[in-house]
């Protein structure tokens, strides 16, 4: 994850007329590893039955994530979803054909991704769930994840880790090769500031497979989401989240090579990733433009003061 610390108002006034509470850091690209092959890839029910796909789809997910796929209980199920279809309408997302949707509750007593099963006009079911990391406020450079409706249109295709460390001996986005996905810049409530925002940009990705991936469960990031290794890999094989970049895959060389040879794309791939808070319902949506425009103008003001 990558955030933006805070601006000097008054400087940022005098230079830009215009405010910005925070200040991105500059993203690194990082070169995309070869593709893990899925395991226990099967192959793809016909689209035709889009409820028989689903049942087929968490059979494979129950095989694959094994004791990480946890039980959630129906009532706290119900009001996620609830949450992630209210925020869909806010922002005016529809779903308008039976879709795979990635809803993350980043309450701290819930901290779980559900895989929903979303159609129009019928009840939306909870395929598979996992325990998650989101962010941690009240330390440097750490703020709540975004809540809100993240798109993976394609835009920025994402990356896969390297499997480096840092200073810490931390594997930060997990090991090598597995897939990041990368939802831009995003405002969230800056704790340090009450009243205004700060702006992050939120990704998903897997964590340190020995020290970090063991805490799932707990908020742990500094806004990011925090997904296991095992996961990452079962959504990055089947394409679950690729809906928009699959079709890009033909005649896109980066798209092909982020996909790897062992792609399945699944029928019901989507491309939607709705973050909520059960114990915050009425937190304010991440607003992607206002982010941009605060990126845009600390990136005028450098621009001014490089030329002065």
């Not at 796929?69 to 005016?92: F, G, M, S, W, Y």
């Not at 499997?163 to 995003?186: E, H, P």
């Not at 296991?228 to 090579?257: M, Q």
Request: aromatic share 6%; with cysteine; proline share 9%.
């Amino acid at each position: 994850m990558f955030f933006v610390p805070p601006l000097a108002a008054a400087l940022i006034a005098l230079a830009l007329a215009a405010a910005g509470p925070a200040r991105a850091q500059p993203v690194t690209t990082i070169a995309p590893a070869p593709q893990q092959a899925g395991q226990n890839a099967q192959p793809a029910v016909s689209p035709a039955d889009p409820a028989a796909q689903a049942l087929h789809l968490a059979d494979e997910m129950k095989l694959a994530l094994g004791t990480q796929d946890v039980a959630v209980p129906q009532a706290e199920r119900d009001r996620a979803i609830a949450l992630a279809r209210k925020a869909l309408q806010t922002r005016n997302v529809p779903i308008d054909h039976p879709q795979l949707v990635m809803v993350v509750d980043r309450a701290v007593k819930v901290q779980r991704l559900l895989v929903v099963f979303a159609q129009p006009g019928a009840a939306w079911e909870v395929l598979g769930a996992v325990k998650v990391s989101t962010g941690r406020p009240g330390q440097a450079e750490h703020f709540k994840t975004p809540v809100g409706v993240m798109i993976n249109d394609g835009s920025i295709p994402g990356y896969r880790a390297q499997g480096t460390v840092n200073q810490n001996g931390i594997r930060g986005i997990g090991a090598k090769g597995l897939r990041v996905y990368d939802f831009g810049w995003s405002t969230t409530a800056d704790w340090r500031h009450p009243g205004q925002v700060a702006v992050v940009r939120l990704e998903m990705h897997a964590t340190d497979p020995v020290y970090l991936e063991p805490k799932l469960g707990t908020p742990e990031s500094e806004a990011c989401i925090h997904i296991p290794t095992k996961f990452n890999v079962f959504i990055d094989h089947h394409g679950l989240l690729d809906a928009d970049l699959a079709p890009k895959a033909a005649s896109d060389p980066e798209i092909a090579w982020l996909f790897g040879p062992d792609h399945v794309q699944s029928p019901l791939a989507g491309d939607k990733l709705v973050v909520v808070d059960s114990s915050e319902p009425d937190a304010p949506l991440s607003d992607p433009q206002e982010a941009q425009q605060i990126e845009q103008n600390w990136a005028n003001y450098m621009k001014s003061i490089n030329h002065s």
